[in-house]
């Protein structure tokens, strides 16, 4: 489910069966020389998100994307914007990112690195097939975390 009227509508009248929420993490660089690999990444983690949105549509909630630059104090952001998403009432809290700095924070929730693929060359059905391979490995994090439940 995503972060739209209609989806919340749903969300609101089943919500004891949606616990899990997923906020996508996109450092965005501006600079010329990391403005490229930038983009593809952002196309990487919003193509994953898309695939993991339509394989567990009436177990997650997906938020929009929170954006931040090489500017942004992360651990400052994981103080007051993250923490509101982890005070939500969604027992599980995903944060997905190709941005491996997030695995160095102490934060509430749970932090999905994965590296950037470069998606923008591929045809759609070697690009399916990647996304599907990084979603298969995904999977265990998910389900490690639900069964603690």
Known sequence: MN???????TYLQQKEYIDTLVIPLVKVQTNMD???TSASSTEFIMHLASLIETQFKGRMMFAPPVVY????????????????????????VFFLTTDHAWNEIDMVGQVIWMPSIPLESMDASLRQS?????????LP???????KQ
């Open 130 to 138: 990647i996304l599907e391979d990084q979603l298969r490995q995904l």
């Open 3 to 9: 972060w739209t009227g209609k989806d919340m509508d």
């Open 34 to 36: 990391n403005i490229k």
């Open 69 to 92: 630059t090489s500017k942004t104090d992360i651990v400052q952001m994981t103080h007051t914007t993250l923490q509101e998403f982890v005070d939500t009432t969604f027992t599980h």
């Open 141 to 147: 994090k998910f389900t490690e975390q639900w069964s």
